[in-house]
């Protein structure tokens, strides 16, 4: 998470020192954080909502 948290960073100073040479097509990067945001928020969804804490019988 902390890997998505910097990448979000490194767009935000990234980004407006594009533009000049992408216009608007810069937000076509500018979006490749939220979507990975997204896509590693649905890969953890099973690891976050699965069954709990199990206690094991001895």
């Known amino acids: 998470m902390v890997t998505v948290l910097a990448a979000f ?3 935000a100073l990234v980004v407006p ?3 000049p040479w ?3 097509r810069v937000f076509l990067i500018a979006a490749l ?3 990975a945001a997204a896509v590693l928020t649905v890969a953890q969804t099973p690891a976050a909502l699965g069954p709990g804490i199990r206690e ?3």
């Open 9 to 11: 960073a490194v767009l």
């Open 17 to 19: 020192a594009l533009t």
């Open 22 to 24: 992408l216009g608007r």
């Open 33 to 35: 954080a939220p979507a």
């Open 56 to 58: 094991r019988s001895t």
